[in-house]
């Protein structure tokens, strides 16, 4: 499966308990939802995992994966990404994204002018931010992910049309 074929949809955060549990930590909007996305697949691929949630637990999900047994192998997926095949997953409304299909884009402004690209999208709680790495800066710039501020995100051509607060960008170009 290519990946471009798959996103990302949880991590393994280490073992639960000692009979080969795993702690899991969910990106879905629903997060036992990634069960039914099940089989989950390694980020090189060369591991696939069925998946049986067994309980809530603090900051995650307890689980099963097929193939793992004892809490020694649990353990060593600690930090390990899982990934689903696209085609397993829900079909997105109008105005809605998967984060994996955001990075890499480049953002330009209402002008034209590149502003970066999309480094990663992140979110604490009051709503989603385009961390977006501008040329020629060591920081990166947040740039609020609403209506507003990214008014078009054209998948095809893997751009971002922005038009963002006054003063985010400024002094980053035209020697400012």
């Not at 990663?120 to 800066?137: K, R, Y």
Request: charged share 25%; glycine share 12%; hydrophobic share 45%.
């Amino acid at each position: 499966m290519a990946s471009d074929d798959r996103v990302c949809v949880g991590a393994i955060a280490g073992a639960f308990g000692v009979r080969g549990e795993v702690r899991l930590k969910s990106f879905c909007a629903d997060p036992e939802a990634i069960a039914d996305y099940a089989p989950l697949w390694s980020e090189d691929g060369a591991r696939s995992f069925d998946v049986t949630l067994t309980r809530a637990i603090a900051n995650g999900l307890a689980a099963r994966l097929s193939g793992v047994t004892t809490k020694e192998q649990a353990d060593a997926l600690k930090g390990a990404r899982l990934f689903a095949g696209r085609d397993r997953l829900p079909a997105l409304g109008d105005d809605e994204f998967y984060h994996a299909d955001l990075i890499g884009m480049v953002v330009l402004d209402t002008g034209g002018t590149v502003l970066g690209k999309v480094q990663a999208v992140l979110n604490h709680g009051a709503g989603d931010l385009l961390e977006v790495n501008a040329p020629g800066l060591k920081d990166t710039v947040l740039l609020p992910f609403t209506r507003a501020s990214v008014p078009t995100v054209d998948l095809a051509t893997r751009r971002i049309i922005a038009d963002p607060p006054e003063g985010l960008f400024d002094g980053l170009f035209d020697g400012g």
